[in-house]
């Protein structure tokens, strides 16, 4: 195990840096330098001079790397000229309110997609199994936008039982944790809807796998009832793959999805990726970039570690 985690670790250390040297050349290859990037419209030639010598870009590429991965160290993501703050600062404030909603969102999809797949699994072939298929398939098939849109039509605009958008009611000028959860409920069941529709079609199919296998069958002639192999050996073992695909959505939890985000209006970092695309903030959105592939690596090594602790042999490969 110690082997596998020392290879683990060792792999994501080169990659976390091969994603930092592209994340600094790709600013580097913007028309005009990072300077231009950051300044936009109003970029004038005395005002790009002035801020290489401030950023240090008027120094050798090497030494700029190296200030770089400085900054990276202690913290410093950079500055956003567009809203006067430091990105740190920004992305901290926005990341909240996303961690909140997507993992919340998570949490509740991955729930549902364990009792789906343990569901289709053990009913195979019967009509409920199909049943769950035509629900994996159906939300699988439709477009996020298209699902969030719809849950606004109906519970918001025909219902009125809750919000459209927003994190609060700006009428309100104390909102309390009954509102809070109000703004949540639809992004949350948009996403949880689409996370229990994915991670559940391939438990599911893990579980029919591994309710043929010998073991299985072993268990059951020595007496062990169905509840007991269920939870006790089959579970651990289909896990692997819902294991793997939520350390693939691991980055999700801390930057949230940009569709749902947009669409719900919600000021989650998602949300602020968009609309810094928008308004060109290169800095911002150099942040993000490099946020999302530090976890994304991140999340493939937990996910490894925990393949490799519901399955020992895992360890030796």
Known sequence: MMAMTARRLASSCLSLFILVTLVFFMAHLTPGGPAYSILGQKATPASVAALNQRL???ESLPRQFGLWLWHLLHGRLGYSYLLNRPVGQLLWVYER???VFYALSIFIGTGLSLLLGLAQGVWSGRWPARLIGAFQLGFYAMPSFFVAAMLILWF???LGWLPASGITDLRDPHPGLASFAAHLALPVATVALFTAASLSRYFGEAVHEELGKDYVRTARAMGAGPAAILLRHVLRNA????VTLLGLSFPYIFTGGVIVESV???????????????S???????AIVLVIGILTVLGNLLADLANGLLDPRESYE
């Open 56 to 58: 240090g870009l008027d």
């Open 264 to 278: 719900f209006n919600y000021p989650g970092l998602g949300w602020l990726m968009w609309r810094s695309a928008l």
């Open 239 to 242: 896990l692997r793959p819902l």
């Open 97 to 99: 309110n996303t961690l």
């Open 280 to 286: 060109q903030d290169y800095p911002i959105l150099t």
């Open 156 to 158: 918001a605009v025909d």
